[in-house]
């Protein structure tokens, strides 16, 4: 092969859905004919629409074959979203005839030997108007038109041959009515998008869709979340934290908090992850707030994905203890999302966090809780995978990540829902323990990859100043069942001053 034929990349076809694009490598491979698949109300009539419209704005003739809806329908479908549709051209191929009794087949005319008048229109409008896009919507008519699966093969090889001859692309589209097992247009099509809506027992709808097949492009493989709202087709494609890395500088950076850094053994390092556990109210999220405070005081864009709580709360409690983060709001650096898990998919998710990443820049993550993140979409498998490709995405970016993950229990026995321990870089355990009549709090790094970290138990409180770590509790024994026996003369913080008592930490 000759180093020109090597390095030839063909001509892609811009589909409309920047998502799709990114799926297939760049976009459709021109004047072919693909299936558009998925039962109704998944989307497809709005793919097509966006699909002509992306043509139209580029120069090219578009038509629109309709078998099954009225011109209005598709104005009213177009309304919706804010489009044109004078744009291009609608051939509405809809029989009054059809409505008489004595038609019995549809509401289209018979067709004799391969699509009889509705082919001769359709001849007809192609050569007048010359389009580059073509829709026909949908195949469930012709189905029906042909009445035996043979005479419908033929009809639709007709209408690829001569497509064909015309230089256009076409998207067919099918409702999905006949038997499952029937995939012989699959064979017929040169690619294959195929459109699913999911229904779980709560929370709203989750749309996905698949390439099933694509002659001749390297796409990537799997069930790609998208959202259908005002606007079109949002796809969010499926990551794959292999097709991402970058340099970065891999340098300790501080915590904010001199005992912290101490037990970390100097600090966090950019493009790890660090998990944060403990029951509630131990501290986790005052932590990861205070090394968020210590990242934006450096310059850094921060954005923090809050799943359990109100941003007011968040913001109200966090000033408490002395950690301002409006000024940080106000000025861009910070970002606050509320995420409603009921009513965002994983890949739709993961999608907003790789736009923070790329497009604002953002070297700090932190996803607070999750417990929330795992549990609230239940419906939802293989989570636990996608946090994996997200926390490797990650990592590869030179982005420090921080996870808070809340435990059952308070004092004793104390467990988790999940293990997600093995994914972290960096593991900080957070107890409770009594000694002389008061709670207090310890804390130890349990895991660090990439440093030398103490194994000590250090107390661990929160001030009207923030957070403090004090010295390694060496004269206790016990300290992480939470029931510990004293044997020595360690001082412990918070002698004169009075802790700060917070409710979601």
Known sequence: MSKDAATHKPNRLCSGIEGIDDILGGGLTPHRMYLVEGAPGTGKTTLALQFLLQGAEEGQAGLYIT???????????????????????????????GLDPQFEQTVLHPAEVELGETVRNVIQQVDEIKPVRI???SLSELRLLSQNALRYRRQILALKRYF??????????????SDPGDVQLHSIAHGVIALDNVVHDYGGNRRRLRIAKMRGIKFREGYHDFTLDTGGIHVYPRLVAAEHHTQFDTHVVSTGT???????????????NALLIGPSGVGKTTTVVSCLIAALERGERCVYYVFDETLVTLVARCATVGMNLQPYVDNGLLTL??????????????SDVRTSVEKRGVKYVAIDSLNAYLQAMPGERYLLLQMHELLGYLNQQGVMTMLVLGQH??????????????LSDVVILF???????????AATAVKSRASAHERSIRQFRLTSHGVEVGEALRDFEGVLSGLPSYRG????LGSTERVIDTSRQ
């Open 409 to 422: 229990g308070i004092i004793g026995e104390v467990q988790s829902d999940i293990d997600i321990s093995y």
């Open 489 to 492: 003369a360690t001082a412990l």
């Open 337 to 350: 999302r509320q995420i409603d898990p009921a009513e965002i998919s994983p890949g739709e998710f993961a």
């Open 431 to 441: 107890r409770y323990f009594e000694h002389h009549g008061e709670v207090l709090t």
């Open 67 to 97: 078998l099954s809806e009225t011109r209005s329908e598709l104005i009213s479908v177009a309304d919706s979203h804010g489009w044109d549709l004078s744009q291009f051209h609608i051939l509405e191929l809809l029989s009054d005839e």
């Open 258 to 272: 001199a005992g912290l850094d101490a037990l970390l053994g100097g600090g966090l390092i950019p493009g790890t």
């Open 135 to 137: 829709v026909l919507d």
């Open 164 to 177: 064909a001859t015309r230089a256009c692309t076409v998207l067919l589209l099918d409702d999905n009515t």
